[in-house]
C-alpha cells in the first residue's frame, strides 16, 4: 500500500534560518505529491503541490521537488519567519479512487526571533 | 463563499452517546472526505464519497457511518460513542478526478470531539 515517511518534530529555527523538511514516500503508481500546513486551531490548507516527476511546487518562497528517484518530495525554505510556525504535512495521491490522500505524521516548526 | 464549513467546532460526549457531525460544501465538490487527527498520527481517512447517494470505507472506518444525501453535504455518526473516538475530526473535499489540476482536498476548520 501507499505510505509517507516525514522526519519528526518539533523543529526549532531562529528567523531568517534555512529549512528542510525531509519527505519520502512508498507508492504503486505514479502519484501527486503535496505539502499542506496546519497553523495552530485551523483546518489544513494546500501549501504546494507536484503531479509528476521532475515537477517543482513552490508557494510563499516553499519549494519542493519531486524526485521519482529517490522517491521524496522535501520541502525547503532559504529564509523562514515567525508567521511560517505551524505544522506541515506531507501527502500523495493517487488518481482515481476517490483521490483519497494518504498523510505523513507531521513536522511541526517553530521559528524564534 | 464560505469553502468547507463543520458543525458543530466542539463536543464532549460520554461514551455510549451518540452524535452526528456535519459537513457542508459550496464550491460543488463532486468527492468529500472524513478524517481523523491523532497526535503523533497524521490524518488517517474513515470515509469518502465520491458523489452524491455513495459512500465507501476509508482506512479506519469502525464504529463510525456516513451519509451522503445532497452533494453539499457529507454527515459523519457516531452511534455509540467510545474514549478511543476522542480526536480532531476534519472534513474535506474536492473535485472529479478527471478535470485537470483537480486533485487538490479542501479542508473545514475541524471539530474537537472529545469521549469521556
Known amino acids: 500500500g501507499n505510505s509517507v515517511t516525514q522526519m519528526e518534530g518539533p523543529v526549532t529555527l531562529s528567523e531568517e534560518a534555512f529549512l528542510t523538511i525531509n519527505c519520502t514516500y512508498t507508492?504503486?503508481?505514479?502519484?501527486?505529491l503535496f505539502w499542506y500546513v496546519q497553523y495552530p486551531g485551523e483546518g489544513l490548507q494546500l501549501l504546494l503541490k507536484?503531479?509528476?516527476?521532475?515537477d517543482k511546487g513552490s508557494n510563499k518562497g516553499f519549494e519542493a521537488t519531486y524526485r521519482k528517484e529517490t522517491t521524496s518530495f522535501h520541502l525547503e525554505k532559504g529564509s523562514v519567519q515567525v508567521s511560517d510556525s505551524a505544522v506541515y504535512f506531507c501527502?500523495?495521491?493517487?488518481?482515481?479512487?476517490?483521490?483519497?490522500?494518504?498523510f505523513g505524521t507531521g513536522t511541526q516548526l517553530k521559528v524564534e526571533l | 463563499n464560505a469553502g468547507v464549513t463543520q458543525t458543530p467546532k466542539f463536543r464532549v460526549l460520554k461514551t455510549g452517546q451518540s452524535m452526528t457531525l456535519l459537513c457542508a460544501q459550496d464550491?460543488?465538490?463532486?468527492?468529500m472526505y472524513w478524517y481523523r487527527q491523532d497526535p503523533g498520527m497524521g490524518l488517517r481517512l474513515i470515509h469518502y464519497?465520491?458523489?452524491?447517494?455513495?459512500?465507501a470505507k476509508g482506512e479506519v472506518p469502525d464504529g463510525y457511518n456516513v451519509s451522503r444525501l445532497k452533494k453539499q453535504n457529507f454527515l459523519l455518526g457516531l452511534e455509540s460513542a467510545a474514549p478511543s473516538q476522542t480526536s480532531v475530526y476534519f472534513c474535506?473535499?474536492?473535485?472529479?478526478?478527471?478535470?485537470?489540476?483537480?486533485?487538490?482536498?479542501?479542508f473545514g476548520p475541524g471539530t474537537r470531539l472529545t469521549v469521556l
Open positions: 507508492a504503486t503508481g505514479y502519484p501527486s
Open positions: 464550491m460543488n465538490h463532486e468527492y
Open positions: 507536484a503531479t509528476k516527476a521532475d
Open positions: 464519497s465520491v458523489g452524491e447517494g455513495t459512500t
Open positions: 474535506a473535499s474536492s473535485y472529479f478526478y478527471r478535470l485537470p489540476n483537480t486533485d487538490t482536498q479542501y
Open positions: 501527502a500523495l495521491s493517487e488518481r482515481g479512487g476517490g483521490n483519497k490522500l494518504t
